[in-house]
């Protein structure tokens, strides 16, 4: 169930995390539709969409890091975390569209999951579209720095 994969989730390393965002969104695919409208904030997204698109590949990466890991002192994660769940989720999907357009850094050719993550995959694999929704909120939620009024004091 969608609850037990996030704790998964949550074991595996920040890169394996990220991969592992990846490959639910390949397998995804044309699926991921901006469902209903309003759910998110597009233009939000999009904005800071835009401020990673803007430096180089390797500082995409290391923005990705920062926001998977929570990092308070990368200003995106910052803004990233003041997002509604929906919104960061939709910002992980034009991300993961800049990386098909070649706008953001690809994954590297020969990447393979660890063992624990390819059980991961298989297992959000056999859920419905809706629980795969719930596991990417959840797990989009749980990323970012809490903004500076948040619940982390
Ligand atoms: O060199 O608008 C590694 C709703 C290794 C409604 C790496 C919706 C080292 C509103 C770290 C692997 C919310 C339902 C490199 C929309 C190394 C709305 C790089 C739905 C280079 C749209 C790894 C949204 C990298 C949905 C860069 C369902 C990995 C969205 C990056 C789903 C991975 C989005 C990324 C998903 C994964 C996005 C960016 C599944 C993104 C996945």
Known sequence: DPNQALNVFKGLDIDAQLALLWFVYEQ?????????????????????????????????????????RCDASNQIGREYGSLSANTKLAFWYYLAQGMDSGEIIPMPENY?????????????????????????????????????SGSNI
Request: charged share 25%; aromatic share 4%; net charge negative.
């Open 28 to 68: 995804m695919g044309e699926r991921i539709t901006p469902a209903a409208p309003g759910s998110a904030s597009p233009e939000i997204a999009t904005g800071l969409y835009n401020q990673v698109k803007e430096v180089d590949q390797q500082e995409q990466l290391e923005i990705m890091r920062a926001i998977a």
């Open 112 to 148: 393979e999951l660890d063992n624990q993550g390819q059980d991961l995959l298989a297992a959000l694999e056999t859920m419905g579209f809706e629980e795969q929704i719930t596991f990417l909120r959840d797990a989009a939620l749980g990323m970012g720095a809490e903004p500076a």
